[in-house]
């Protein structure tokens, strides 16, 4: 079945400390990816997405994921995080075909420590 | 833009009530979709629609309704409430990136308590 794991449930950083947010999918064929980030108390915000090229892909904010297509992966990075990135964030994959729906992960809540 | 609009943000109700979660987008977006995240399990897909008058089921269909008449709005209906129900509904919206599989829009959500 298809799926998307994403193994941090739970991660706490301190400021300025590096982030690196682990997802899998479970399909082998042409995916779209994205990761999604949703502050308390708000709704779910893009925060940057791969359909093709470059594996490396740069989203808002300073964030950056990396597709490995041999490892199934798309991991979410950020050199340095600030306390205004506690959230939630979700790694989501469309699996293609005509519905274009998403498959999220069950998310991973950031908190920075000041 | 508007982008996606839900009401209402919040709502209590009873076991055995019955009420609408409403979605309107002002995108023009063929695709619609209603989730509904609980803690710890991510988004789960309830229902979606990939134009007006066509709808289809997602992973937890059961106690839920749908309909889209048009391709602005996708209301959402719970006939017979049960605690099991008591959640966070997101609506989305979102048309075909060039790539094939677009981004979603998500409105702001309706957390909807059930006792």
């Known amino acids: 079945a298809q799926s998307v794991s994403q193994h941090n449930h739970h991660v706490i950083l301190s400021e300025a400390a590096s982030l690196e947010l682990g997802c899998n999918y479970s399909y082998g064929g042409t995916v779209n990816l994205f990761w999604y980030v949703q502050y308390p108390g708000q709704h779910l915000q893009l925060l940057l997405k791969?359909?093709?090229?470059?594996?490396l892909v740069k989203g808002i904010k300073g964030f950056e994921a990396e597709f490995i297509k041999s490892k199934f992966s798309f991991n979410l990075r950020k050199p340095s995080v600030q306390w205004s990135d506690t959230a939630e964030y979700f790694c989501a994959v469309n699996y293609g075909g005509a519905t274009n729906k998403l498959i999220f992960g069950t998310g991973t809540l950031l908190a920075v420590q000041p | 833009n508007a982008g996606v609009t839900q009401t209402p943000k919040f709502r209590i109700l009873k076991i055995g009530q019955s009420m609408t979660l409403q979605c309107t987008q002002d995108m023009n977006h063929n695709y619609m979709y209603w989730y509904r995240q609980d803690p710890g399990m991510g988004l789960k897909l309830i229902y979606y629609s990939v134009g007006a008058g066509i709808t289809d089921k997602g992973e937890v269909p059961n106690g839920y309704n749908v309909s889209r008449s048009t391709t602005e709005d996708f209301p959402l209906r719970l006939e017979l409430a049960a605690p099991s129900q008591t959640s966070v509904y997101f609506c989305?919206?979102?048309?075909?990136?060039?790539?094939?599989?677009?981004?979603?829009?998500f409105g702001e959500g309706s957390r909807l308590t059930v006792l």
């Open positions: 791969y359909f093709s090229g470059d594996p």
């Open positions: 989305a919206s979102s048309t075909r990136d060039r790539g094939g599989g677009g981004e979603l829009f």
